[in-house]
Each structure stands twice: as structure tokens, then as C-alpha cells.
């Protein structure tokens, strides 16, 4: 499978997405730090891609949405944003009702 | 000329700012002194208003599009419309510290 494909089969497959630095549990960039924190705040399941884990992800991740930097949060197949979208939506609490409505349907 | 000054200038040029704010945070993070590898942009300006976060964050990647292509690895971005700075208090969020990763 091409790699946009793999790209876009994860973004797809998951209703809420983070590609990071790290895991949520041992992130390795602060920004990707508060990214998965805010994630986790919004109390349901999501899924992450450590893109230091996966060299070709790393590499063609920016071109797939045309976002240059980590992390990127996608909802239902969409890009929110990086670091500071998710948090300011997170701030706002437009992040914990896309993602309850993305994961509950 | 510094990638510091580059981005002021490509910035100011390109957008009407009303406040524009680049701050160079390297010296926080796990990069030799004097590097310029880590920014903070606190961008104030009414071509924002009415545009959702993610069309202003691609305004201003499309403008750095250079720089981002591997002179600098991080940019912490705080966008806001005139009103919304007012909301603020005319204050942008604190970067998040640095955890040592590469790249």
C-alpha cells in the first residue's frame, strides 16, 4: 500500500486521530505533550501514530493534508489542526463536542 | 539576514498585522545556544476575521513555506482578529516546554 494510502486508511478507519511525537503516554515534544493531553481530557478513546516510530509516515505526513508540522489531530477523516488549534478549541470545549460526537456518533 | 528577521519581514509583509510578535523560544529547548530553530508568532490583524483557525495557520504556513521546509523545526502560532486580542487581553498562550525528542 502506497503510504498516502496507509495515511489515509488510519485517518479514516479512526473517528479521532493524533500523529505525534511519542506516545500519549511517553510523548517525546511539547507540543505533542498537549496535544494527547487534551485529547485525553475530552474522555474518550482515540488513537495515535508515534510518527519517530514510523520514518515513512514522518517523512510524507505533511504532504497527505499539506500541514507542515506535528502533531495533526484529525476527526473523522478531517485535519483540525496542530498543537495550538486543538488547544484553543479544547479551551473553547468545541474539541470535547466534535470528539464525543465523532466517537458516539 | 536571521531567520528572526525573515519571518518579521515576510510576515509584515504579506499580512496587515496589527500586532505582530515573533518570538525566538530556541534557548528553551535541547538545541545549541544562539539557534534559531524554535518560534512563537502572536498575529494580530482583521484579514483573520471571519476565517476559521485552520485557513489562518495555512495563511501563515503558506508564507513561511520556506522556512518550515527544515530551516526551523517548531512554530507555536496564536492568531486573532482585533476583537478577539481584546478577549484575550492582549495576551497568547505559553509554549509548551520542551521533552528532549529529535527531530
Redesign the interface.
Known amino acids: 500500500m502506497d503510504v498516502l494510502e496507509r495515511i489515509g486508511k488510519i485517518v479514516n478507519d479512526n473517528p479521532v486521530v493524533v500523529f505525534m511525537k511519542g506516545t500519549p503516554q511517553l510523548p517525546q515534544c511539547g507540543f505533542s505533550s498537549r496535544t494527547a493531553e487534551a485529547l485525553m481530557a475530552c474522555g474518550k478513546e482515540f488513537a495515535h501514530v508515534n510518527v519517530l516510530a514510523d520514518p515513512e509516515i514522518f517523512e510524507n505526513l505533511p504532504r497527505y493534508a499539506d500541514w507542515p508540522t506535528f502533531p495533526q489531530v484529525y476527526i473523522k477523516g478531517e485535519l483540525i489542526g496542530g498543537c495550538d488549534i486543538t488547544l484553543e478549541m479544547f479551551q473553547k470545549g468545541d474539541l470535547q463536542k466534535m470528539v464525543a460526537e465523532a466517537v458516539d456518533g | 539576514m536571521n531567520i528572526q528577521a525573515v519571518i518579521e519581514r515576510k510576515l509584515a509583509s504579506d499580512i496587515n498585522a496589527l500586532h505582530l510578535d515573533v518570538v525566538n523560544e530556541s534557548n528553551n529547548h535541547n538545541v545549541p545556544a544562539g539557534s534559531e530553530s524554535h518560534f512563537k508568532v502572536v498575529l494580530v490583524s482583521e484579514d483573520f476575521s471571519g476565517k476559521p ?2 485557513a489562518r ?2 495563511m501563515v ?1 503558506k508564507i513561511l ?1 520556506e522556512e ?2 527544515g530551516k526551523i523545526h ?5 492568531t486573532y482578529t482585533q476583537a478577539e486580542w481584546q478577549d484575550a487581553f492582549g495576551t497568547a ?1 505559553l ?9
Not at chain 2, 95 to 103: A, D, F, I, Q
Open positions: 483557525l485552520l495557520h495555512r504556513n513555506e518550515l521546509q517548531a512554530l507555536a502560532l496564536h498562550p509554549s509548551p516546554p520542551c521533552l528532549g525528542g529529535g527531530k
